[in-house]
């Protein structure tokens, strides 16, 4: 079974701080990885996502994650940070062949401070 | 273009009573996906359709649960004799293809109340 942790469940940062948001995943298999977002009073979007190629990828916004496969982790990071970043962020993954289905970690809250 | 819509944006019930939750996917989306989200926690999956026929059930809680989609687009979450257990807004997803790299679109999703 697939299982995802979030080990920073609130962080408060900021403005131009830097950030990066712990994810390791546990599956026995290839992977999809995804990281979403969820900002205050809507819904989730997708940040960005990887399943082959370059292990850094980018996505919106000026977030980036790099995929690790010895550490099994999918941490996300932004070098500046800015108000409008306050969300909740979700880490996610589901099989490369096979079942479709997401399994999700428990979520970051980020604040971030004026 | 429309997103992912879902009705109601919130329920109220009570205990035992039988709801149902609509979902609308994105125009031509052929998978749809319910998932559960408790306070605090991340999505659940529930169950995943692939045009009209359900290919992955295997986060029904229980036989109170079930879901169809009748004509491959809208979808219906049907809860029977509900428990306050299962308060906690439900979310239903879309996406294009056919493959698990793809993007899975979120609605607002229902907040179910059950009291």
């Known amino acids: 079974a697939q299982s995802v942790s979030q080990h920073n469940h609130h962080v408060i940062l900021s403005e131009a701080a830097s950030l990066e948001l712990g994810c390791n995943y546990s599956?026995?298999?290839?992977?999809?990885l995804f990281w979403y977002v969820q900002y205050p009073g809507q819904h989730l979007q997708l940040l960005l996502k990887y399943f082959s190629g370059d292990p850094l990828v980018k996505g919106i916004k000026g977030f980036e994650a790099e995929f690790i496969k010895s550490k099994f982790s999918f941490n996300l990071r932004k070098p500046s940070v800015q108000w409008s970043d306050t969300a909740e962020y979700f880490c996610?993954?589901?099989?490369?062949?096979?079942?479709?289905?997401?399994?999700f970690g428990s979520g970051t809250r980020l604040q971030v401070q004026p | 273009g429309a997103g992912v819509s879902q009705t109601p944006s919130n329920k109220v019930t009570e205990k035992g009573k039988y709801v149902e939750l609509r979902c609308d996917p994105i125009s031509g989306h052929t998978a749809l996906y319910w998932y559960r989200q408790s306070l605090g926690q991340g999505p659940e999956f529930l169950i995943y359709f692939q045009g009209t026929g359900a290919a992955d059930d295997s986060g029904l809680p229980n036989d109170r649960f079930f879901a169809v989609r009748p004509e491959g687009s809208v979808s219906t979450l049907k809860i029977q004799r509900t428990e306050r257990g299962d308060s906690a807004v439900y979310l239903c997803?879309?996406?294009?293809?056919?493959?698990?790299?793809?993007?899975?679109?979120f609605g607002p999703g229902t907040r179910l109340l059950v009291l």
């Open positions: 996610a993954v589901n099989a490369r062949t096979g079942r479709r289905a997401l399994t």
């Open positions: 599956y026995g298999g290839t992977v999809n």
């Open positions: 997803a879309s996406s294009a293809g056919t493959t698990p790299q793809e993007t899975q679109y």
